[in-house]
């Protein structure tokens, strides 16, 4: 089965500062790793997703994520960070005959501050 | 607009108390699936359905039914409610399953059982 690890289920950075945001997961086979965003009083939508080939994955809003099998880590970054960013993020992770199962990290909390 | 609309947004309610939360997508989407998100424990799934009259238990089914008889709409059923589950759910729907296919989310229904 697999599964993801969230480190750190708050973090808090200066507008303008690097985002950093810690996923590592598990899985026997290759995995489909994704990232969802969460604004107050709403659903989660996607960030980006890695599927195969490039490891280096761009998403919305200026994110981007590296896959990165020999650290079993899928972490999210963003060069400069803004107030709009301020969120609850989710990794998430499936597998090809994984039964459809996407498992959910239990979310990174970000804060932005002036 | 491509959406997946859960109604209500706000329900409270009494233990024992038959109620149903509704959701229907409008993308033609095969696969639908029902999450709680309770705080540090992110996302879990409850039901999902690969297909129209195909539904499957996900993580945290007790407690709950759910029916696929159109495509479009994937209600999920509390038949006697209780205090634990109380929560934000989410209806979730992806094009033919997940494994590399992103979820698409309603905004959200805030239950709470007296």
């Known amino acids: 089965a697999q599964s993801v690890t969230q480190l750190g289920s708050h973090v808090s950075v200066s507008e303008g500062a690097l985002v950093l945001l810690r996923c590592n997961y598990s899985s026997s086979v290759p995995p489909y790793l994704f990232w969802y965003v969460q604004y107050p009083n709403q659903g989660l939508q996607l960030l980006l997703k890695y599927t195969t080939g490039a490891t280096l994955v761009k998403g919305i809003n200026g994110f981007e994520a590296e896959f990165k099998k020999s650290e079993t880590s899928f972490h999210l970054t963003k060069p400069s960070a803004h107030m709009s960013d301020a969120a609850e993020y989710f990794c998430?992770?499936?597998?090809?005959?994984?039964?459809?199962?996407?498992?959910f990290g239990t979310g990174t909390q970000l804060k932005v501050e002036l | 607009e491509a959406q997946v609309t859960q109604n209500p947004r706000y329900l409270i309610t009494v233990t024992g108390k038959k109620l149903t939360v509704t959701c229907s997508q409008n993308?033609?989407?095969?696969?639908m699936s029902w999450y709680r998100q309770d705080p540090g424990l992110g996302l879990r799934q409850i039901y999902y359905s690969m297909n129209v009259e195909v539904t499957d238990k996900g993580d945290v089914p007790e407690g709950y039914k759910v029916s696929r008889k159109e495509k479009r709409n994937f209600p999920l059923i509390l038949e006697s409610p209780s205090p634990n589950q109380t929560s934000l759910y989410f209806c979730a729907s992806s094009y033919r399953g997940l494994d590399n296919s992103p979820l698409h989310f309603g905004n959200g229904t805030r239950l709470t059982v007296t």
């Open positions: 993308m033609n989407h095969e696969y």
């Open positions: 998430a992770v499936s597998v090809t005959g994984g039964g459809n199962k996407l498992t």
